[in-house]
């Protein structure tokens, strides 16, 4: 007695979607007959045409709606077990956590997240934001396994002592105009230029990397703080001012905005580092291979 097999069931599926055998075969890289030997199996499960077959490809019968709906879903339950089943023999499975400033959090983290979860199904990254001195001390207490942290120019000491330290990025900032403002087709801008600027600032937590006017600039004219960046943002996009932001964060500009490059001797900028305890696991490696990854990717788009 005929029966359904996954083999044939991902053949169907893949004549419904293709429309033509011939084009299934090619995808699949098996050869027509070899389609069609297996779609002839499933009709004999099926007990009905699939298919008809026309000069205009295959078409699919009322059979063969029921037969590949149900396909679907049978395949994609044998995904996520396959999934699981991928995830219990990984030994990066588990649970990791992992806390960034909110720049950090905008797109670095996100796409290291789906870098290291992609190659290790098995493993539940729990994200955080939060200030850096919060961030610290939750590293020092295993609250968090890896933190993402501002260092630099205009910053505090913080105290690192004890804690592993690594290298993300050394980023440059920008300046975000509307997409109307005169600079907004402009490949770079200088100090002077943005002297009589409206400026949109940050007001955030006492120790997070804040983003105020340029920081070199004397005397900025302030418009408006506000403390989300969607929010800042927002009002740039509306014409109300300009802001700063760091290159690692480009990814994340909604429409309406324009980021421009700023020349600026004086400027000596910040750095993004990476925290952990002094031995970290081989799920915090893999996160901070991650983030070092991604933040190069960011860096040369």
């Known amino acids: ?26 995808l699949l890289g098996y050869t027509q007959s070899a389609v069609s030997r297996q779609v002839a199996a499933m009709e004999a499960a099926a007990g009905a045409p699939i298919f008809d077959r026309g000069r205009r490809g295959a078409a699919l019968t009322p059979a063969g709606q029921v037969l590949v709906r149900r396909a679907a879903e049978i395949l994609a339950d044998m995904a996520e077990t396959e999934l699981e089943l991928a995830g219990l023999r990984d030994r990066l499975a588990g649970r990791l956590t992992v806390g960034a400033y ?22 539940a990254v729990v994200l955080e934001e939060a200030s850096t001195p919060a961030l610290l001390r939750r590293v020092r207490t295993g609250r968090l396994d890896v933190a993402v942290i501002g260092v630099g120019h205009g910053l505090p000491e913080y105290d690192v002592s004890e804690l592993l330290q690594a290298a993300v990025l050394q980023g440059d900032l920008l300046v975000v105009v509307p997409e109307t403002h005169r600079l907004a087709g402009h490949d770079g ?37 506000a403390r989300s960046w969607s929010t800042r943002l927002a009002l740039v996009a509306a014409g109300l001012g300009l802001t700063v932001i760091p290159d690692l964060a480009l990814p994340a500009l909604p429409k309406g905005v324009r980021a421009v490059p700023v020349t600026d001797g004086h400027w000596p900028g910040r750095a993004t580092v990476v925290v952990t305890r002094p031995h970290p696991s081989a799920q915090a490696q893999a996160m901070v291979s991650a983030l070092q990854d991604q933040a190069t990717r960011l860096h040369e788009a």
Do not use: C, N
Not at 1 to 26: D, N, P, W, Y
Not at 108 to 118: F, N
């Open 189 to 225: 801008t200088t100090v002077a230029d943005l002297a009589q600027e409206l400026w949109i600032v940050g007001d955030g937590a006492a120790g997070e990397p804040q983003f105020g006017a340029w920081p070199t600039l004397s005397d900025p004219r302030i418009a408006y703080t």
């Open 102 to 123: 909110p720049t950090a959090a905008m797109a670095l983290v996100p796409r290291a997240t789906a870098q290291v979860t992609s190659g290790h199904p098995g493993l």
């Open 1 to 26: 007695m005929a029966e359904f097999t996954l083999a044939g069931l991902r053949i169907v599926h893949k004549v419904a979607a293709a429309g033509s055998f011939t084009r299934a075969a090619e």
